[in-house]
T-cell receptor, first 113, second 113 residues
C-alpha cells in the first residue's frame, strides 16, 4: 500500500544533542510537510517542501531545519533540542494545488532527557 | 519533558447513538475543509472533505455540514461504534494561498458501551 512512513517511532535524545527524524513516502506526492504536535493539541506546521522549494513558517525556531534529498525522503533536524521540543513530530504529504488532502505518517515521539 | 497540553473538549456518546462534532473555523476565505481522526499513538487519518461550494457531503456513516455564513463545520457520525473513539480535528485551507492547513483545537470522542 502507498503510504507515509516515519522512522523511528520513538526517539530519545539528550538535551542539546542533535537529532534527525526521517520520513519517506511511496505516494509520489510533490509536497512534504513537518508538523509538531504536543499533548492534547492540534498539529502545528513547521515547514514544507514543494519539490525542492523550502517554505518555512514564520514562527518556526531556527533550531529546526529540514532536508529533502529526493522526492521520497524528507528529514527533520533539531540542532540543539531543548525540553520544550519534546513532542510528536508528524510528516505529511500531498499533491500541490487546491483541494488536495494531506496524508500523514504515524509520527515520531521525541523525548528529551 | 513535554509541556502540559490543554484539555481537549470531550464528547461522550452511547454506542449506537449518533455523534455530532462541531468546529468553528477562523478565515472566511477558507474554501476547503477536512475532518481528520487521530487515534492514540497514530497520525491523523483523513475521514472526509468538503469544498466551500457545497453545504453537505456524505461518506460511509459520516456526514460533513458546512455553514459559511457563521463559519461553522460539523461532522456527524451515524451509529457510533467503539472504534470511533479518537480525537477529531477539522482543518481549513485557503485555495491558492499555499499548502497550509490550519487545524482546529480538536474534540475527543469517547464511546460508552
Amino acid at each position: 500500500d502507498a503510504m507515509v512512513i516515519q522512522n523511528p517511532r520513538y526517539q530519545v535524545t539528550q538535551f542539546g544533542k542533535p537529532v534527525t527524524l526521517s520520513c519517506s513516502q511511496t505516494l509520489n506526492h510533490n509536497v512534504m510537510y513537518w508538523y509538531q504536535q504536543k499533548s492534547s493539541q492540534a498539529p502545528k506546521l513547521l515547514f514544507h517542501y514543494y519539490d525542492k522549494d523550502f517554505n518555512n513558517e514564520a514562527d518556526t525556531p531556527d533550531n529546526f531545519q529540514s532536508r529533502r534529498p529526493n522526492t521520497s525522503f524528507c528529514f527533520l533536524d533539531i540542532r540543539s533540542p531543548g525540553l520544550g521540543d519534546a513532542a510528536m513530530y508528524l510528516c505529511a504529504t500531498s499533491f500541490r494545488g487546491s483541494n488536495q488532502p494531506q496524508h500523514f505518517g504515524d509520527g515520531t515521539r521525541l523525548s528529551i532527557l | 519533558g513535554e509541556s502540559v497540553g490543554l484539555h481537549l473538549p470531550t464528547l461522550s456518546v452511547q454506542e449506537g447513538d449518533n455523534s455530532i462534532i462541531n468546529c468553528a473555523y477562523s478565515n472566511s476565505a477558507s474554501d476547503y475543509f477536512i475532518w481528520y481522526k487521530q487515534e492514540s499513538g497514530k497520525g491523523p487519518q483523513f475521514i472526509i472533505d468538503i469544498r466551500s461550494n457545497m453545504d453537505k457531503r456524505q461518506g460511509q456513516r459520516v456526514t460533513v455540514l458546512l455553514n459559511k455564513t457563521v463559519k461553522h463545520l460539523s461532522l456527524q457520525i451515524a451509529a457510533t461504534q467503539p472504534g470511533d473513539s479518537a480525537v477529531y480535528f477539522c482543518a481549513e485551507n485557503i485555495a491558492n494561498y499555499g499548502q497550509n492547513f490550519v487545524f482546529g483545537p480538536g474534540t475527543r470522542l469517547s464511546v460508552l458501551p
